[in-house]
């Protein structure tokens, strides 16, 4: 079983950048696609992007696409998120999660982190 940390959450105003992290530890996490998911407050949980298992295929939400990318580093056993550009509308708790495919749906992805948030600011 893999257990999965994020980091790097934090306040940013918009038109800024952050990039998330997500340790994993546990289980064998180069098996898994990952991904990331964001819920906002009051709305339910939202695809962002995913990555298969060697990093040759990705997918991104159509709000996310040209502004964020996602990447893995196996060897060190994370996946990140950099967020560029980031708008009001991004601020979210973003989870991040493994499965056993990469696709494009949430409900793909069996393991989740505990989520970080993330605040963008007019």
């Known amino acids: 079983q893999v257990q999965l940390v994020e980091s790097g959450g934090g306040l940013v105003q918009a038109g800024g950048f952050l990039r998330l992290s997500c340790a994993a530890s546990?289980?064998?996490?180069?098996?898994?696609?990952m991904g990331w998911i964001r819920q906002a407050p009051g709305k339910e949980r939202e695809f962002v992007a995913v990555?298969?298992?060697?990093?040759?295929?990705?997918y991104y939400a159509d709000s996310v696409k040209g502004r964020f990318t996602i990447s893995r580093d196996n060897a060190k056993r994370t996946v990140y998120l950099q967020m560029n550009t980031l708008k009001v509308e991004d601020t979210a708790v973003y989870f991040c999660a493994a499965g056993r495919t990469a696709v494009p749906d949430g409900r793909a992805f069996g393991y989740w982190g505990q989520g970080t948030q993330v605040t963008v600011s007019s």
């Open positions: 990555i298969s298992r060697k990093g040759g295929t990705t």
């Open positions: 546990g289980g064998t996490s180069e098996s898994y696609a």
